[in-house]
């Protein structure tokens, strides 16, 4: 159902998780060791289990969203639980930020969850607009005579 609206906000919220996993969380300026060598320090989101545990699981709770198209009340449900789960994300992001060495500065992929988040809410209205005019439609039809 690539056509319909709330599977290309679906999608983009799988790109922006998705792409989470291959970036820096955050980075240290760098700085130059008495022998003459720079250094950074690199925290990436695959380095702590907590982040990538939450990545591979909205990631493939957003998937297993996009194809149960057939069931509109089921995927609701799960857009909703897929948005708490990337605001729960968000707020450990958030408790790493306030958290981190002064010298540290986190990288533009620490709001991707709360962007996905939104687009999975936005998905979600879409989905219950699908089903409110399916139901209105068979109001419409009556009951079906055997």
Known sequence: MIQRIQTLFLLVAAGLVLSMAFCNMSASPISTLPDGTMEQSVQRYVDDL???????????????????????????RM?????????????????????RPEDQIFSLT?????????????????????????????????????
């Open 110 to 146: 620490a709001v991707f969850p709360i962007a996905a988040a939104i687009l999975c809410f936005i998905a979600m209205r879409y989905i219950a607009r699908d089903e409110a005019l399916v139901m209105s439609a068979s109001r419409l039809r009556g009951p079906r005579k055997k």
């Open 79 to 99: 857009c909703n639980i897929c948005s708490l789960l990337l605001i729960g994300f968000q707020i450990f992001l958030c408790i790493k930020f306030f958290n």
């Open 50 to 76: 907590t982040a990538i545990s939450l990545i591979l699981m909205s990631f493939a709770l957003i998937v297993v969203t996009i194809f149960d198209f057939r069931k509109r009340l089921r995927q609701i």
